[in-house]
């Protein structure tokens, strides 16, 4: 009797123990399931915060870069008072420009007496192509250290051409704000843009003052001019030009490479620093989106132009 109690007294003891192993399992199963969680949680949330951080810094880099756009004329600009806003932008370019500004970019490495460079987009002066040939130029100049400031002008060529000369008048008026070299201001302009800048390099004597600004001189340092209708200027070309780098395709068949030759002529026979550079392929609009033909290599040939003649260090 004694022993069959002693047995089933062991048994259930046994069996007691087996349970508590098991709870001890559960248990255990039961902390790390919590651990778990928890750690997904928490790398969930720090993943979370690192995006947001992430989204952040992009933003404020954008900011950065971008800095703000800024009216070049006090109030309206001249002419324009009793005119209806009509300014209308359409995929990456405006339309009917109402009132110019611009738009400025500067490079994140904040060094005093950088080069700037006023960017003029082209668009037949049926509009202005502010993305491809404007925006998109900007950011590759701050890449290369160089301050720039996307123009959004009129699109009377006689207004644009205003517009142009006061904006290189402000920008060199407002260097020390900007911590740029008064004397390393230049202009690139593509297809009208080049038109335009090459009407600025060529005529930088203004006709009117409208205030303390315009009285500042409005010659580009240096000039670049890729695909640029730029033919008509080759007679007004003097040794008071300033250094051009030109660029062109050959089988350009919205303007002629021609027009680049003739410039770079009267350039060269006024003894003003020139370069020319020719792609058999290209076609127009190329800026900084063909990855594939040679033209791409304008980029680095204009930086190495821009070093050579002491406007950005040699790399």
Not at 256 to 263: I, K, T
Not at 265 to 273: D, F, M, S
Request: net charge positive.
């Amino acid at each position: 009797m004694l022993e069959n109690q002693s047995g089933l007294y062991i048994y259930k003891l046994k069996q007691i123990k087996l349970l508590l192993i098991c709870l001890l399992h559960v248990l255990i199963y039961k902390v790390r399931l919590f651990i778990t969680v928890l750690m997904v949680r928490l790398m969930i949330k720090k993943i979370f915060t690192l995006l947001l951080l992430s989204l952040f810094l992009i933003a404020f880099e954008f900011c950065n870069a971008q800095d703000k756009v800024i009216k070049i004329w006090p109030g309206f600009a001249p002419g324009t008072e009793s005119r209806t806003n009509n300014e209308k932008p359409i995929g990456g370019s405006v339309t009917k420009v109402f009132q110019p500004d611009l738009t400025i970019f500067l490079p994140a490495k904040q060094d005093e007496n950088h080069a700037a460079i006023v960017v003029l987009p082209g668009g037949g002066y049926r509009s202005v192509v502010i993305e491809k040939e404007g925006y998109t130029i900007a950011k590759w100049l701050n890449e290369n250290g160089i301050a720039a400031f996307v123009l959004k002008y009129r699109l009377n060529i006689d207004e644009a051409l205003q517009d142009a000369q006061r904006a290189l008048s402000l920008i060199r008026a407002g260097s020390k704000k900007y911590g740029i070299d008064p004397e390393k201001i230049g202009v690139i302009g593509f297809s009208a843009g080049g038109h335009l800048a090459a009407n600025l390099a060529t005529h930088f004597k203004k006709e009117n003052m409208k205030d303390h600004i315009d009285s500042t001189n409005c010659r580009p340092n240096f000039m670049i001019l890729v695909y640029g209708a730029v033919g008509e200027f080759a007679n007004y070309v003097t040794k008071e030009t300033p250094p051009t780098y030109l660029v062109h395709a050959g089988n350009d068949s919205k303007v002629s490479v021609l027009e680049s030759v003739e410039f770079y002529k009267a350039l060269r026979n006024n003894n003003v620093p020139a370069e020319l550079h020719i792609y058999e392929n290209g076609e127009h609009g190329f800026a900084l989106r063909e990855k594939k033909l040679p033209i791409k290599n304008w980029v680095g040939s204009c930086i190495d132009w821009l070093g050579i003649n002491g406007i950005v260090e040699k790399k």
